[in-house]
């Protein structure tokens, strides 16, 4: 089975840094690999999909790269309403989903 | 809008036997695979089942294999999850997620969840 580690487990940011979290394949998993905020008390919210791409309503702030092994996402200036836990996520056709172990967001 | 509404969670003993359902509105449910994540509480998100637009394509996490059974039924936009020997260490939140294809991708929209409590 494929493993997702995601790092760090948690940050701390002031409003207006850039925020990098990775997350790393244990195989090549090419681009099929989506990005999710959670909120507390809340489901998950799709951010990025395919490595790349921004879901429809998502601040352009947010952005990912990479392909393979190794991920990045970023959120290029923090915002408040950006206090949230991230999860990678990777996917095949069998189905078969892993999740990262997540990335808590604080303010510093 | 496209809604998905868990239901069927509850407190059982361990050992025992839960459905979870899923009901779907809002967009053509035969046209998206649909999934199962868990959250135990406070950790992460752990992927449990998923399931093609016609039932031909199916899997599971290991952890529940053998023990969980996915199903659909298209006809009543509904999902549907049987937990079968249940352990504590089921104890979580479950969502019901749909995706973007009909037979995998990632997760578009996610229900509230329903609760097990797995507990003697």
């Known amino acids: 089975d494929i493993q997702m580690t995601q790092s760090p487990s948690s940050l701390s940011a002031s409003v207006g840094d850039r925020v990098t979290i990775t997350c790393q394949a244990s195989?090549?998993?090419?681009?099929?690999l989506n990005w999710y905020q959670q909120k507390p008390g809340k489901a998950p919210k799709l951010l990025i999909y395919?490595?790349?791409n921004l879901e429809t309503g998502v601040p352009s702030r947010f952005s990912g790269s990479g392909s393979g092994t190794d991920f990045t996402f970023t959120i290029s200036s923090l915002q408040p309403e950006d206090i949230a836990t991230y999860y990678c996520?990777?996917?095949?056709?069998?189905?078969?989903?892993?999740f990262g172990q997540g990335t808590k967001l604080e303010i510093k | 809008e496209v809604q998905l509404v868990e239901s069927g969670g509850g407190l059982v003993q361990p050992g025992r036997s839960l459905r979870l359902s899923c009901a779907a509105s809002?967009?053509?449910?035969?046209?998206?695979?649909m999934h199962w994540v868990r959250q135990a509480p406070g950790k992460g998100l752990e992927w449990v089942s998923g399931i093609s637009w016609n039932s031909g394509s199916i899997g599971y996490a290991d952890s529940v294999k053998g023990r969980f059974t996915i199903s659909r039924d298209n006809a009543k936009n509904s999902l549907y999850l049987q937990m079968n020997s249940l352990r504590a260490e089921d104890t979580a939140l479950y969502y019901c997620?749909?995706?973007?294809?009909?037979?995998?991708?990632?997760?578009?929209?996610w229900g509230q969840g329903t609760l097990v409590t797995v507990s003697s």
């Open positions: 997620a749909k995706t973007n294809d009909i037979l995998t991708g990632y997760l578009t929209e």
């Open positions: 996520q990777q996917y095949d056709n069998l189905p078969r989903y892993t």
């Open positions: 809002g967009f053509t449910f035969d046209d998206y695979a």
């Open positions: 195989q090549d998993i090419s681009n099929y």
């Open positions: 395919d490595a790349s």
